[in-house]
């Protein structure tokens, strides 16, 4: 009986520690403002919105097209290569459905070559300077906004950063955890950070 309890509480725990890790990944910035910007200095509209491509690319763009028709950028940027060399880039992809969207095209900047997170944040960063763009939110999915506002504020410092995640896409919902790819997503990503941080 006593190892059935003691069996018990170690899948509760480890439960508990997954639930909490997945928390922790989800980082938004603008949770704590209405629908649009406003005045306050969270709440401010950016520079810039960056999308990030990866996972599902397709709502990621989407919420950054969203949050462009908010007021909440006067600029998109789209980062990412593609998977399949023989096609477009990804962010050729994202600017054509945002295009398709009603974006204005002036107002869609693309950065094409970046196959990491780290990329994204180092070439992106190039970019943003060209434009002297000094502020972005910066959207991914769910699980990788944490990781992914780790890297650009190490890797592009002098941008001001804010991380606005897709609430749920097809590879994150509200009960990730009741999903085996929603527990390896977190702990892939726990572990990422965690070399991260041991990087200097």
């Known amino acids: 009986m006593k190892i059935i309890r003691w069996m018990v509480g170690v899948f509760v725990g480890i439960i508990a520690l997954v639930w909490i890790g997945g928390m922790y990944l989800t980082r938004d910035d603008l949770s704590v403002c209405q629908v649009g910007p406003s005045s306050s200095d969270a ?6 919105i960056v999308a990030v491509s990866g996972g599902d690319t397709q709502a990621r763009t989407a919420e ?13 940027v789209f980062s990412g290569a593609a998977a399949d060399k023989t096609g477009p880039s990804n962010a050729e ?3 054509r459905q945002a295009i398709a969207e009603g974006i204005p095209k002036n107002v869609i900047l693309t950065e094409e070559l970046s196959e990491t997170t780290r990329q994204n944040a180092m070439k992106t960063g190039e970019l943003l300077r060209q434009k002297n763009l000094e502020s972005i939110i910066l959207v991914t999915s769910a699980y990788h906004s944490r990781r992914a506002s780790l890297e650009f504020a190490r ?9 606005h995640p897709v609430a ?3 590879q994150w919902s509200h009960t990730w955890w009741l999903t085996p790819s929603g527990w390896q997503l977190t702990i892939q990503e726990l572990v990422k950070i965690i070399w991260f941080t041991m990087e200097k």
């Open 155 to 163: 890797y592009i410092p002098q941008v001001r950063a804010r991380s």
């Open 43 to 48: 709440c401010q509209a950016a520079d810039a």
């Open 64 to 76: 950054a097209i969203r949050l462009y028709k908010s007021g909440w950028g006067r600029f998109i």
């Open 93 to 95: 992809s994202m600017r």
């Open 168 to 170: 749920t896409d097809n």
